[in-house]
C-alpha cells in the first residue's frame, strides 16, 4: 500500500472549519428531526392503541408507508418531488423562499421517517402495560384521555427510553443522507475535503472518530437518564 | 397538473431499471449470506468463553453499530482499490462494505436467537459425547436460525432498502438507475414516485410474508 | 466406576458442593436424594464434566474428569446421562434423535445407526414412532426417547437427574419401569437422582442423602429405609413417603 500519510491536513485551513461547520450541521439536522420524530412519533404510537378504528388504520397506514420505502428515496422525494405537487404558489416558495431548502427538506424527511420507528416503540411500550391497569383506571371513573395522560403514558414512556436512545441514534446516523440533497454535514465535508486533497484515508477517518465519539457521549448521557427513569421492578426492557 | 406528467418514460425504461433491481436483488442476496455466516461466527465468538473474543465481537458490533452505512460505503469505496492497488468494481468494495457492516446486525440477532435455547439443549449434545463445534451445528444453530428466521427476514429487508445507499458510488441498481433516467429525461417526479412505490411494494409484502410466518411459528 | 473425592463447588460466593466423596461400583444403582437446592443436580452434572467444580476429583472408568487434558467429549460418549426435561432436540424426529451421535461421535453408518435405533425404541416400548417430533410424543414417550438416545451409545454407565419430576403422575412408571429392566436385564451401572422412594427401594443398592451441599448420609438401602441415622434423612423420608 503506497500511500502518502498526511495527517495534519485535519487541522489546516480551511480543512478544520469544514469538520466544525459539518459537525454543526449535522447535530442541527439530528436534533431539529428528532424533535418532529418524537413528538409525531408519540403521537401516531398512541393512536394506534386507541379503541377507534379509523384512527389505527390512519396509524397503521402511516407506519407502513414510511417504513417501507427506502429513505434515500424519501429524501428525494422531499426534495425533488414535493414542490412540484403541492400546487403552483407553496411550490415556488418552497423552491426560492424557503430558509436553507436542502436542511428543511432534509429535517422534515430524518423527523416524519423517524417519527415512523418511534411510533412502533411507542406502542409497544403502551401494549406492554398489563391491561388491568387501564381497567383500573377505568374503574376508578377515569376517561381515556385521562388513563393515557395519568397511567398508560407515564409509564409506557419510561418503559421505552432505551429503545428511544437508540431511536435518536439512528436519526443520528441517518442524518449522513442529507448529503445526497447538498446539506454540507460532517460525510459531505468528508468527501469535500477527500476531492481537494486525495487525503481520503485522513478524511474519513476524522468522520468516523466524530460519529464514535458523539455515540458515546449520547449513550453515557442517556445512561444517566436510563436510570433515573427507571421504575423500581419494571425495567423489563431494559439492556440485557 | 396531473396532464403534465408521463409515466410513459417509465415503460419505456423498464428493461434498463430490471437490470438495475437485479443488481440490488443480488447485492442483497450476497450481502445478506455473507453478513449471516459472518454475523454467526461473531454472536459465537461473543458467547465464547474466551476474553479475547468476547471483546472482539463487541468492539465490531459497537463500532459498527456506531457508524452511518453511509460512511461505510465511501470508507470501502476509497479503500478497498488502495489496499489492494487495483482498480476495483464498485460491486465488489460496496459488498464487502455491507457484509462488515451488517453483520454487526445479524450478529445480535443470532446471539439473541442462541441465548434462546435452554442450556439443557447444549448439555445433552454434549452429554452425547458431541464436540462444541458439533453440538453448536447440529443442536443450537439450526434452532437459534428457525427461531429467528422472522427478525433475521426482516433485516434483511431493511438490507434491501439500504442497497439504494450504493447511489453515491454510482452502482447501477435500481435507485442509481431510477436517478438516471430521471435526469436524463427530466423526470424525476415520475421517476421517484415509481422508485417509491416499486420499494414499497416489495417491503410491504415482504413484511406480510414474515408476519404470516411468525403467526405460523406460534401456532 | 464412578468415584468422587473431596469434591468442591461454588457458584460465585454460594457453596453448592462441600466435600462430596462417594463412589459407584460396576453394576451398581446408587439413588441420591434430598430436599431441592441440595446440590443433587449438581453433582451428577460435574460427573461427566456438564458444571466444572473447583476442588477435589472425580473419577470415571479410570478417567479423571476435572483435568485439563481429558477429552471430554469422549469420555461423556461412554456416559449416557437423562435429564429432567428430556431435552429431546425439537427439530428432530425420534430417530434422528437417537441417531445423530452415532452418526457423528460414533461413526457408524446410517443403516446401522437406524437399525439400532429401532431395536431400542421396541425396547423402550415406542415401535413405530421414530419418525414423531417431540412436539407430538408425551412427557413419559419422550423420556424413554431420551433413554434410548443415551443408550444408542453403548454406555458402560447412565447417570438419570430427576427423570421423573417433569412427568404428569400417569406417566411416571412407563419410564420407571424401563428403568429398572435396566438395572436387572442389563446390570447398567446407574447414578440416579430421584424422589421416587419406591423406585428406589426395589431397584437401588445404596441410598445417598445430601441436603445443603453435603452428603448426609450413605447407606445401604434396606439400612436406609429402616432407621436412617440422621434425624434431616428422617424427616425427609417422613414428608416425602406421606404422598
Redesign the interface.
Known amino acids: 500500500m503506497n500511500y502518502n500519510w498526511n495527517w495534519a491536513i485535519l487541522i489546516e485551513v480551511p480543512y478544520f472549519d469544514w469538520l466544525v461547520s459539518g459537525l454543526g450541521w449535522t447535530l442541527l439536522v439530528s436534533a431539529l428531526g428528532w424533535i418532529i420524530a418524537f413528538s409525531l412519533g408519540s403521537l401516531i404510537g398512541v393512536i394506534r392503541t386507541l379503541p377507534s378504528k379509523p384512527l389505527r388504520l390512519f396509524g397503521m397506514a402511516y407506519v407502513e408507508l414510511f417504513r417501507n420505502v427506502p429513505l434515500l428515496v424519501q429524501m428525494f422525494i422531499w426534495f425533488y418531488v414535493l414542490p412540484e405537487l403541492v400546487g403552483e404558489d407553496l411550490g415556488r416558495w418552497m423552491k426560492r423562499d424557503m430558509p436553507f431548502p436542502e436542511a428543511t427538506s432534509a429535517i422534515l424527511c430524518l423527523g416524519t421517517y423517524t417519527a415512523s420507528r418511534v411510533a412502533e416503540q411507542v406502542r409497544a411500550g403502551i401494549e406492554s402495560i398489563p391491561r388491568g391497569q387501564s381497567m383500573a383506571g377505568y374503574a376508578m371513573g377515569l376517561t381515556t384521555k385521562q388513563v393515557y395522560r395519568y397511567l398508560l403514558i407515564p409509564v409506557g414512556y419510561r418503559i421505552i427510553v432505551p429503545p428511544m436512545t437508540s431511536e435518536f441514534l439512528t436519526i443520528f446516523k441517518n442524518s449522513s443522507l442529507a448529503l445526497t440533497i447538498g446539506v454540507a454535514e460532517v460525510l459531505y465535508q468528508a468527501r469535500q475535503i477527500e476531492n481537494y486533497t486525495f487525503q481520503g484515508f485522513e478524511a474519513f477517518t476524522a468522520a468516523t472518530l466524530i460519529y464514535l465519539v458523539i455515540t458515546m457521549i449520547v449513550v453515557f448521557i442517556t445512561d444517566r437518564v436510563e436510570a433515573k427513569a427507571r421504575i423500581p421492578g419494571y425495567g423489563v426492557q431494559g439492556k440485557t | 397538473m396531473l396532464a403534465a406528467f408521463d409515466f410513459g418514460v417509465i415503460g419505456r425504461n423498464l428493461p434498463y431499471l430490471w437490470e438495475g433491481m437485479q443488481l440490488s436483488l443480488l447485492l442483497t442476496g450476497l450481502s445478506a449470506f455473507g453478513s449471516i455466516v459472518l454475523g454467526t461466527i461473531l454472536a459465537l465468538m461473543r458467547l465464547s468463553g474466551i476474553k479475547l473474543f468476547q471483546w472482539i465481537g463487541a468492539v465490531w458490533v459497537n463500532f459498527f453499530r456506531s457508524l452511518p452505512l453511509l460512511l461505510v460505503i465511501f470508507w470501502f469505496y476509497f479503500l478497498v482499490p488502495v489496499v489492494v492497488q487495483q482498480q476495483v468494481d464498485a460491486f465488489q468494495s460496496a459488498l464487502i462494505g455491507f457484509v462488515l457492516f451488517e453483520a454487526a446486525y445479524y450478529c445480535e440477532i443470532m446471539r439473541s436467537g442462541i441465548l434462546s435455547i435452554s442450556r439443557g439443549q447444549a448439555w445433552a449434545g454434549y452429554a452425547l459425547g458431541l464436540r462444541y463445534s458439533q453440538t453448536m451445528r447440529y443442536i443450537v444453530l439450526p434452532q437459534a436460525f428457525r427461531n429467528m428466521l422472522p427478525i433475521l427476514l426482516t433485516q434483511t429487508i431493511i438490507l434491501f432498502q439500504d442497497t439504494s445507499l450504493v447511489f453515491v458510488v454510482g452502482l447501477a441498481d435500481f435507485m442509481t438507475s431510477a436517478v438516471n433516467v430521471a435526469q436524463r429525461d427530466s423526470r424525476l417526479i415520475e421517476l421517484y414516485v415509481f422508485a417509491a412505490f416499486v420499494y414499497l411494494v416489495m417491503c410491504y409484502f415482504g413484511s406480510l410474508y414474515v408476519k404470516h410466518l411468525q403467526q405460523k411459528m406460534h401456532r | 466406576m464412578i468415584d468422587i473425592q473431596n469434591v468442591n463447588k461454588w457458584f460465585d460466593d454460594f457453596h453448592v458442593l462441600k466435600n462430596i466423596s462417594m463412589s459407584v461400583a460396576k453394576g451398581e444403582v446408587i439413588v441420591v436424594c434430598g430436599p431441592s437446592g441440595s446440590g443433587k443436580s449438581t453433582l451428577i452434572?460435574c460427573v461427566?464434566?456438564?458444571e466444572p467444580f473447583q476442588k477435589g476429583t472425580i473419577t470415571v472408568n479410570d478417567v479423571s474428569v476435572g483435568a485439563k487434558d481429558t477429552n471430554?467429549?469422549?469420555l461423556?460418549?461412554?456416559?449416557?446421562?437423562v435429564?429432567q426435561?428430556f431435552?429431546?432436540?425439537?427439530?428432530m424426529t425420534a430417530m434422528q434423535n437417537i441417531c445423530?451421535?452415532q452418526l457423528?461421535?460414533l461413526g457408524r453408518s446410517q443403516s446401522e445407526a437406524q437399525d439400532r435405533t429401532n431395536t431400542l425404541l421396541d425396547r423402550v416400548g415406542l415401535e413405530g414412532l421414530g419418525f414423531k417430533y417431540s412436539s407430538e410424543l408425551s412427557g413419559g414417550q419422550q423420556q424413554r426417547v431420551?433413554i434410548a438416545?443415551?443408550l444408542a451409545?453403548d454406555p458402560f454407565a447412565m447417570?438419570f437427574d430427576e427423570p421423573t419430576s417433569a412427568l404428569d403422575p400417569e406417566m411416571i412408571n412407563e419410564v420407571l419401569e424401563v428403568m429398572q429392566e435396566l438395572a436387572r436385564d442389563d446390570g447398567m451401572t446407574m447414578m440416579v437422582v430421584t424422589h421416587e422412594m419406591g423406585f428406589a427401594r426395589r431397584v437401588a443398592d445404596r441410598v445417598i442423602f445430601m441436603d445443603e451441599g453435603e452428603i448426609v448420609e450413605d447407606a445401604n438401602t434396606d439400612d436406609f429405609f429402616g432407621t436412617p441415622r440422621s434425624d434431616r434423612a428422617q424427616l425427609f423420608l417422613s414428608k416425602i413417603l406421606q404422598h
Open positions: 452434572k461427566n464434566g456438564l471430554l467429549p469422549e461423556r460418549s461412554h456416559i449416557g446421562m435429564f426435561n431435552e429431546l432436540f425439537p427439530h445423530l451421535s457423528k461421535v431420551a438416545r443415551a451409545m447417570l
